[in-house]
């Protein structure tokens, strides 16, 4: 069988199975496979499979037909500049989450040495591109998950920031490193009722533990706010990202703390995304 065979299969059984962007996928695992570029695919479509590969795609392929993402099934997802590894531990990083580096860059002067505090680092997608900008601030990155803080400890290691970046396997409830010039999180926030409307891809292959914020979707969120008045330097910002209902309650839990909301910034699709705010 060779590539355009395989890829015409390949895009059949995606379609018949109702998965979305089913030529891009079987395109993307077919690159996996037989470790070449698209292009290199497309420019070569006569080129026979070995037998041993011809099963891998069949096996990649299943996978996708039972919605497992594409980033968990090619083990890496592109996020800001930079391509991370992933697996079933972490969280798949998405776009949205991007702003969140955007945002935080502006208070991070290159020149400067900032401390900063990264809250339930999952992958490591965003300390790690943070870092990777501002090679003169140091960070923590703290997880419950001691398998999510492992795929971040790989994915420092990878950009050639281990020792850059610290990493400790422990609930921010008993973390007690103060004087933080910028914490930033990303934490669970998504509500019991939503979590069971979310698609197929997310809901029964991504971890629950990284996607439930509780039954009110606030648990974590209100969490790392009261601890960060505590971790913060006067001044010291704290960067969320929320859910896209959330503004309202977070402002209050934040001025409740003692924090001076300065910005909420939109998402791709235009919804309330990314909270920064400064505790007083």
């Not at 299943?62 to 996020?79: D, T, V, W």
């Not at 419950?144 to 400790?168: C, D, G, R, Y």
């Not at 422990?170 to 698609?199: C, W």
């Not at 509780?214 to 969320?240: E, P």
Request: charged fraction near 30%; proline fraction near 3%.
């Amino acid at each position: 069988m060779n590539y355009n065979q395989i890829l015409k299969k390949g895009e059949n059984f995606l379609k018949k199975n109702k998965i979305q962007n089913p030529y891009l996928d079987v395109e993307l695992i077919l690159s996996k496979v037989v470790n070449r570029k698209r292009e290199e695919i497309l420019l070569n479509t006569n080129n026979k499979l070995k037998n041993e590969e011809i099963f891998r795609f069949n096996d990649y392929l299943s996978r996708r037909c039972q919605n497992e993402p594409m980033a968990y099934i090619l083990g890496y997802k592109h996020f800001w500049k930079y391509k991370f590894l992933t697996n079933k531990s972490v969280l798949i990083p998405r776009p949205d989450t991007e702003l969140v580096v955007e945002e935080t860059l502006k208070y991070l002067p290159n020149y400067k040495s900032k401390k900063i505090l990264d809250v339930g680092t999952g992958s490591g997608c965003i300390v790690v591109s943070l870092i990777k900008e501002r090679p003169k601030c140091k960070a923590t990155a703290i997880d419950i998950s001691l398998k999510a803080l492992n795929v971040a400890k790989t994915n420092a290691k990878l950009h050639q920031l281990e020792n850059k970046i610290k990493f400790i396997n422990i609930d921010i409830d008993k973390y007690k490193s103060y004087n933080y010039d910028l914490i930033i999180s990303n934490p669970p926030y998504i509500n019991n009722i939503e979590l069971n409307r979310l698609d197929d891809d997310i809901k029964l292959h991504e971890p629950k533990l990284a996607l439930s914020g509780g039954s009110n979707g606030f648990r974590d969120l209100k969490k790392v706010i009261i601890k960060s008045k505590k971790l913060l330097k006067i001044n010291g910002k704290l960067i969320l990202e929320i859910g896209h209902k959330q503004k309202n309650q977070c402002f209050k839990i934040l001025n409740e703390n003692k924090f001076y909301i300065n910005k909420i910034s939109k998402d791709l699709s235009g919804k309330d995304r990314c909270i920064v705010s400064t505790k007083l």
